[in-house]
């Protein structure tokens, strides 16, 4: 049973164009969520975070949305560019256990020149 | 500040063999984390440490244990070692202390068991 579900297993982009990946999740447990960049090779790179008492989070290019009553976040890169090409995972925590990650399986973003 | 290592950074063993891999946090993080990664299941949780102390544990069977040592150092173990056992095993560290519960990533031991 996948607590944690990314369904678009790909995603190209335009550089300059915003990127959108999506993930949605079952587990009403969960209260904290991430997203994590990885490159072939690398271990994953935390990007950004929010907790569920927030809607929005920015970080530069990169932007969560949490929509609790439908168990959605996205995370939006603008404007993205060739070095964001990698594959994103998000990633869910409840709180009484913050460092057992639950990781969705992935969507491969490209981002075209 | 140096990011988490990870050795060996590949290692090749023979079913029913054990196996011992080490990873070395971020330096003043107290928390070690370690997760699989296969193309069937992805990334799951195999268990956390902190202070010597196993505090959450994933739904892995026994073959798979870990300790972690007074300098936050962490090792994890498996026995009898099966063809599914072959992964990436990544080790993440993280500052145990207020709200932070980002964790940072070492690359990673790639296991095949033949």
């Known amino acids: 049973d996948q607590q944690v579900k990314q369904n678009s297993p790909s995603l190209s982009v335009q550089e300059g164009r915003i990127s959108i990946l999506n993930c949605d999740y079952t587990n009403s447990m969960f209260d904290y969520f991430l997203w994590y960049k990885k490159y072939p090779a690398e271990g994953p790179t935390f990007l950004i975070s929010?907790?569920?008492?927030?809607d929005k989070n920015e970080d530069g290019r990169f932007t969560v949305f949490l929509n609790k009553s439908a168990k959605h976040l996205s995370l939006h890169i603008v404007p993205s560019q060739p070095g964001d090409s990698a594959v994103y995972f998000c990633a869910a925590s409840p709180s009484g256990s913050a460092r057992q990650l639950t990781f969705g399986s992935g969507t491969q973003l490209t981002v075209l020149p | 500040k140096a990011g988490v290592t990870q050795t060996p950074r590949y290692l090749i063993k023979t079913r029913g063999q054990q196996v011992t891999l080490s990873c070395s946090p971020i330096?003043?993080?107290?928390?070690v984390s370690w997760y699989q990664q296969t193309p069937g299941q992805g990334l799951q949780f195999l268990f956390e440490y902190f202070s010597e102390t196993q505090r959450n544990k994933g739904n892995f069977p026994g073959r798979f244990s870990g300790r972690q040592f007074s300098n936050s150092r962490s090792e994890m173990n498996v026995s009898t070692l099966e063809l599914g056992d072959s992964a990436l095993y990544l080790c993440a560290s993280s500052y145990h202390g207020g709200p932070s519960y980002e964790q940072y990533f070492g690359p990673g031991t790639r296991l095949t068991v033949t």
């Open positions: 330096s003043g993080h107290r928390s």
């Open positions: 929010i907790s569920s008492i927030k």
